[in-house]
C-alpha cells in the first residue's frame, strides 16, 4: 500500500496526529493497521441503540455479569451470520471431511507398475510392501496415512477420496516428483459439532471483515 493512500485513510478514519507512527512502530507494518481499522468500521456497523442488540446484551450480561461490555462482534456473528452458517457449512464440508489411507511413495514408474499389478492380482497388500519400498513416513505404519483433512490432500488424490471409492486399490498418480498408489481406508464426514460452529462463524467473519478491508482498499 502507498504511504500517501496510507496517511490518507487514517485521516478519513479520524485517528490523532502520531497515532500511525505509533501503529507502524508496534506492528511493523500497515497490513495490521488497515485490518484494525477495518474491523473498526465493521464493527460501527451495530447500532448499539437498537433494541435486538440490547436485548442481546443483556442476555449475555445475564449469563456472565464479566462479560465484556463491548459485544459487538459476538452480536454480528450470532445475529447476522448464524442465518448463513448451514449454508457455509454445506459449501465447506469437503475440505473439512477427513480421509485414512494406505499408500506407497515411489519414484520408479516400473517398480510402481509392478506393485500396481501384484496388489490388483491380490498377491500382497499395501502393509506388506510399506516398508520396503514406500519413501514417505507411510513405511513405519504398514502404509497408512491420515487421518488428514481432504483439503490438504493433492488434487489428484483428492478426486479419488470419496466414500463409494473406499476399499478400491487406485491406479497409480503421479504427484510432484512421486508416484503414489492408495486405497482409500476411510473417509471420516465432518459433522457440525459446537466446536465446529465457532471456527465456521469466526471464518464468516473474517469473510465480512475482508469485505470492508477491500472496499477501504478500493477493490470491491
Not at 488434487?155 to 492408495?182: F, H, W, Y
Request: net charge negative; proline share 5%; glycine share 6%.
Amino acid at each position: 500500500m502507498e504511504p500517501q493512500a496510507l496517511v490518507q485513510l487514517i485521516q478519513e478514519s479520524g485517528k490523532p496526529q502520531g497515532w500511525l507512527a505509533e501503529q507502524l512502530s508496534q506492528s511493523g507494518g500497515w497490513r495490521q493497521i488497515v485490518y484494525g481499522i477495518g474491523q473498526e468500521r465493521l464493527l460501527a456497523q451495530v447500532d448499539t441503540e437498537l433494541k435486538s442488540y440490547q436485548d442481546y446484551f443483556a442476555k449475555i450480561k445475564e449469563a456472565n455479569p464479566e462479560a465484556p461490555d463491548d459485544q459487538r462482534r459476538e452480536y454480528i456473528k450470532q445475529e447476522w451470520l448464524r442465518p448463513q452458517l448451514n449454508d457455509y457449512y454445506y459449501k465447506r464440508k469437503r475440505d473439512m471431511d477427513q480421509v485414512v489411507y494406505s499408500m506407497l511413495r515411489l519414484t520408479d514408474i516400473g517398480l510402481a507398475e509392478e506393485l500396481y499389478l501384484r496388489l490388483k492380482n491380490k498377491e500382497c497388500q499395501i502393509s506388506d510392501l510399506a516398508f520396503d519400498y514406500s519413501l514417505g513416513p507411510e513405511k513405519y505404519t504398514k502404509g497408512i496415512v491420515g487421518p488428514m483433512p481432504i483439503a490438504k490432500t493433492a488434487e489428484q488424490i483428492r478426486a479419488l477420496s470419496t466414500t463409494a471409492n473406499r476399499g478400491n486399490l487406485n491406479k497409480p498418480v503421479v504427484v510432484q516428483n512421486l508416484i503414489l498408489i492408495t486405497v482409500v481406508e476411510h473417509v471420516i464426514e465432518a459433522t457440525l459439532t459446537p466446536e465446529l460452529e465457532n471456527q465456521l462463524l469466526e471464518e464468516l467473519m473474517n469473510i465480512e471483515l475482508q469485505k470492508v478491508v477491500n472496499a477501504m482498499l478500493g477493490q470491491g
